[in-house]
């Protein structure tokens, strides 16, 4: 009964920024990772970026330097810091968390149900 919840999306001009935020909650033995796809119109899914446990980060070529993705452990919430956003930015924006849910549990994957972030020129 994992749940990830996002919030943060939205309509902004070009240059602005968004602040995205997801929640895992529910059973939750521990997260190995967090992270944000996209997929925009007529393209396929994508990695924005990505937080381990351990706290290495990995990014899109198309959003170093303006994104920053961030996550604090104790609250299971993973951040995306969207800065200068470009009408190329726009797409569902989908949080994912790889995640056991016991000990004894495999690892998998789970999505939030993704938000709209929408950046006019």
């Known amino acids: 009964q994992v749940q990830l919840v996002e919030s943060g999306g939205g309509l902004v001009q070009a240059g602005g920024s968004l602040r995205l935020s997801c929640a895992a909650s529910g059973t939750i033995f521990s997260i190995n990772a967090m992270g944000w796809y996209r997929q925009a119109p007529g393209k396929s899914r994508e990695l924005v970026a990505i937080?381990?446990?351990?706290?290495?980060?990995n990014y899109a070529d198309s959003v170093k330097g303006r994104f920053t993705i961030s996550r604090d452990t104790a609250k299971k919430t993973v951040y995306l810091q969207m800065n200068s956003l470009e009408p190329e930015d726009t797409a569902v924006y989908y949080c994912?968390?790889?995640?056991?849910?016991?000990?004894?549990?495999?690892?998998?994957?789970?999505w939030g149900q993704g938000t709209q972030v929408t950046v006019s020129s």
């Open positions: 994912s968390a790889d995640l056991r849910t016991g000990v004894l549990r495999p690892t998998y994957t789970y």
């Open positions: 937080v381990t446990s351990g706290g290495s980060t």
